[in-house]
Structure formats: C-alpha cells, structure tokens
C-alpha cells in the first residue's frame, strides 16, 4: 500500500522561473492538501483540492496555483519564483469522507532552492 | 486566528530519559483538535499523537503522553524512557473541528536524544 508520492525530492530553480511539484496520494485518498515549510518553521497550509477543485485556501499569493487530477494526485505551481520561496513543500493527503487529521498521510516532500 | 507557540527551539536529554515538550495555543473556537507531529531527517510528518478538545482525559499512546490544560490553553508532550529513535523536530498543531482541514502548525521544538 503506497503511502504519499511526491517528486522531484530536490529541485534548484533560478528566480523568476516557474516549478511544478507534483504528489500522487495514499490510494483510496481522494483529497490534496499542500503545506509550505521554510527552514526553521513550521508547514503553513497552502491550499487544498478535491473533486478537481480548489476547496480551501491559504494565505499565499495568486503565483501559487494548483490543479488535481481525476487519479486524484496534484500538481502545486508557482510562477515568477522569489528567494523566499525557498522551502520544503509537503503534500498530505486524506479521504473527504472522513475529515480527521488520523487519516492524514504526509508525503517526505519536495526541497525547493531558489537561487 | 487561531496561533500555535513552542517554546523551545531545541533540548537534549539523554537516552531512558523522560522528557517534556511545552505548547500553547490561542483560539477563540471550542470544538478542536491538537496534535503532536514528529519529523525525523526522512521529513515525512508522523502524527505522534492527538486530543480532542472536549475530552478531559489526556490521550496516551505508548512512550507518548499529553498534558492537555484547556483553560490555560497549554498542550505539553510528555516522552518517556526515551528513544535514539525519538530524535526529530517536534510539532505541536491544531485543527478545527469539523470546520476546515487546515492545519496550523507551531515553529516546532528539535529534540536530541544522546546516547
């Protein structure tokens, strides 16, 4: 049973460029979740999608866009990359059905440097 | 806005130790959650341990145990007979209750446990 997918594990983009990030969830999750933790903090939800669609949002500007597939894995976009988004970025994922943290699963991650 | 502070940045003890890790937090909300996520140098968040904010009981789980103070909303995790194992960044987090799915995450707390 596959837990959270996320690739690439390490990526080095230069300011100004765009990534892509992508996550293939737990199987029988449905849902999305994408946090950003930068060194020395905590994760800080960014957004999160289910049926295809963004559901909740986070304090991040409009650079930061997402999109969900229908084999529920997701992809977290952001364009005109700035040093400050240098971060680890985690996806969870969890069934909408059952809307508790127990059925949380976080993936390792994907260490973004932007140089 | 609900907030999450840890305050301490980093402890050492040594191993077969007990060891106590402080939280507190704000809301205004009476129906939540809070957690204890660990995340060892692999980064995957493991989830340690939760409480409900309506349960009085402190939840236990193993080695794991929490001192949940409502009133003074603290939320301290207790770590017995400590673990080489247990080495990792310690984050304390809350969730609402059957509201949202976001997870607001504390700055966390490095753990070392010496040998």
């Known amino acids: 049973d596959a837990g959270v997918t996320q690739s690439p594990t390490h990526l080095i983009k230069t300011r100004g460029q765009q990534v892509t990030l992508r996550c293939s969830p737990k199987s029988g999750h449905d849902t999305v979740s994408w946090y950003q933790q930068a060194l020395g903090q905590g994760p800080q939800f960014i957004f999160q999608?289910?049926?295809?669609?963004?559901?909740q949002r986070g304090n991040f500007p409009d650079r930061f866009s997402g999109h969900q597939f229908p084999n529920y894995s997701s992809e977290l976009n952001v364009n005109a990359l700035l040093l400050g988004d240098s971060a680890l970025y985690l996806c969870?994922?969890?069934?909408?059905?059952?809307?508790?943290?127990?059925?949380?699963?976080f993936g390792s991650g994907t260490r973004l440097t932007v140089v | 806005a609900q907030t999450v502070t840890q305050s301490q940045p980093e402890m050492s003890v040594q191993e077969a130790e007990t060891v106590t890790l402080s939280c507190t937090y704000d809301t205004s909300e009476s129906n939540y959650y809070l957690f204890w996520y660990k995340q060892p140098p692999s980064r995957q968040m493991i989830l340690v341990i939760r409480q409900e904010a309506y349960k009085q009981q402190n939840a236990t789980e193993n080695r794991f145990s929490v001192n949940f103070q409502k009133a003074a909303k603290s939320f301290s995790l207790k770590i017995s007979d400590s673990q080489l194992g247990d080495t990792a960044m310690y984050f304390c987090?809350?969730?609402?209750?059957?509201?949202?799915?976001?997870?607001?995450f504390g700055k966390g707390t490095r753990l070392h446990i010496l040998p």
């Open positions: 969870a994922s969890s069934s909408w059905g059952d809307r508790s943290v127990l059925g949380y699963t």
């Open positions: 999608y289910y049926e295809e669609e963004e559901r």
């Open positions: 987090a809350f969730m609402m209750l059957n509201r949202d799915d976001k997870i607001i």
